[in-house]
């Protein structure tokens, strides 16, 4: 995300698994659940996540920055596609 006085920098990372073993389980943070991709729903996720998500079901690799107002929606953004991430 874009540095801001108001609000802190946050670095999150994307991984993509193709395989797994076991069931998921339910926590605290989270409970698991498996989407089509016509059936994602955006509207209960991130604002930012509209922007990533195309590059991500594509399978490419990306760079982006995001900032956020008050109420969590994104103000400004920069989505880079990339060749690798070295």
Do not use: C
């Not at 659940?33 to 490419?60: E, H, V």
């Amino acid at each position: 995300t874009f540095a801001s006085p108001k609000r802190p920098r946050i670095e999150a990372h994307i991984f993509r698994a193709t395989k797994f073993t076991g069931e998921p389980i339910e926590t605290e943070e989270m409970v698991p659940q498996w989407f089509t991709k016509d059936t994602i729903p955006f509207a209960n996720m991130w604002s930012s996540d509209l922007y990533w998500w195309p590059y991500f079901l594509k399978n490419r690799l990306f760079v982006g920055a995001f900032e956020y107002d008050d109420q969590d929606r994104v103000i400004s953004h920069d989505i880079k596609p990339v060749s690798s991430l070295e």
